[in-house]
């Protein structure tokens, strides 16, 4: 099968698409003929060696872990799908043509595919940090960094349960923070006050999701350190708020899945895709690299 691939670490410029052996869908798994998969920063980050394991790949590495597509294979012990059913979720290996997923949800008949193979991190990353923070309805939530792939889906996600969400975004999101229901406020000096000013009433909880804004402003919002949630500025576990990396038992991915698919059908999650064949995967990666992604980008293989 064609797939992206990379046989060394490095930046967008080593990836290359080449022919690789099938996988198979091995016991609770299914395999899905990829109709589009998404482009998350682990991606990069994984290809540039910086998640640790930097030394050369032992095998050509298939990047990617969203997907949607058609079931082709079911593995043992699967029920409730069949080959043939379109579904969407998360596994690894997906930008290719064939990809083996480990959690899925039925894909909305009306979505489409590339919006669909958007969501799954980001539905079970939205889904974890609000279950993990403690975030209720009629609550109020700021979300430092909110226009990204994991943010749009965050605050999509808590408007649709009844939270009110304050985010941050560059000026160019601002309109775009407005449309999924947010309100705005810009990053950098005076945030602290433009989010105050933005909840009178105070903010009960605070997700960083871009891991760019500063630990002393998160803090200055937040009710107590232990109502700050962070997924990409780990150092902050040190001065007491909670850190997520998805490890073993934080993550509910089939919950956050069938949640997702009901929010994406009635459009009260909206996703912003751009799409790139596979052949020019490079490009997309190069995207996600400069930090400033508007909703989400996906390959179409
Ligand atoms: N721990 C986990 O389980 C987990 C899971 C998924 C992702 N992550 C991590 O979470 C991060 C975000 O992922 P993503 O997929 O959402 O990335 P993304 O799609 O590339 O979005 C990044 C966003 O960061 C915003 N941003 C840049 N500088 C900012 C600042 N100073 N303050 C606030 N926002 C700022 C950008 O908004 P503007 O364009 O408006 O500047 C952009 O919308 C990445 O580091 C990723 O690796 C962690």
């Known amino acids: 099968m064609r797939a992206l691939t ?4 490095g930046g967008p410029e080593v990836l290359h698409v080449a022919a690789v052996p099938e996988p198979h869908a091995g016991p609770g798994q299914v395999r899905v003929r990829v109709a589009a998969a998404g482009v998350n920063p682990i991606d990069w980050k994984l290809l540039g060696g910086f998640m640790g394991g930097s030394e050369t790949p032992e095998a050509p590495v298939v990047p990617g872990f969203d997907a949607a597509g058609v079931v082709d294979e079911v593995g043992e012990g699967v029920t409730g799908v069949s080959v043939g059913d379109d579904v969407f979720g998360l596994g690894t290996g997906t930008q290719a043509e064939l990809a083996v997923l480990t959690a899925w ?9 590339s919006v669909a193979a958007a969501a799954p991190s980001a539905l079970e990353v939205s889904e974890r940090v609000l279950r993990l923070v403690g975030v209720e309805p009629g609550q109020t939530l700021f979300v430092a960094g909110g226009a990204g792939g994991v943010g749009a889906v965050l605050v999509q996600t808590a408007v649709a349960r009844g939270i009110t969400v304050v985010a941050s975004a560059g000026a160019d999101n601002q309109g775009y923070l407005r449309e999924i229901g947010a309100v705005p406020v810009t990053y950098g000096d005076g945030l602290v006050e433009a989010v105050r000013a933005a909840a009178p009433g105070g903010v009960d909880a605070v997700a960083d999701v871009a891991g760019r804004t500063a630990a002393a402003e998160l803090f200055a919002l937040a009710p107590s350190h232990d109502k700050v949630i962070s997924i990409a500025n780990f150092d902050l576990a040190a001065e007491g708020a909670l850190v997520t990396g998805g490890g073993p038992g934080e993550s509910r991915p089939v919950e956050a899945l ?12 909206v996703i912003k895709v751009q799409t790139f064949p596979l052949d020019r995967a490079a490009e997309a990666y190069a995207t996600s690299l400069s930090g400033h992604v508007r909703g989400k980008l996906v390959l179409l293989p």
Request: no cysteine; proline share 8%; net charge negative.
């Open 105 to 113: 949800a039925p894909k909305p008949a009306s979505l489409d595919w």
């Open 258 to 269: 069938g949640e997702g698919a009901e929010l994406l059908r009635e459009s009260r999650i």
């Open 6 to 9: 990379y046989t060394e670490h």
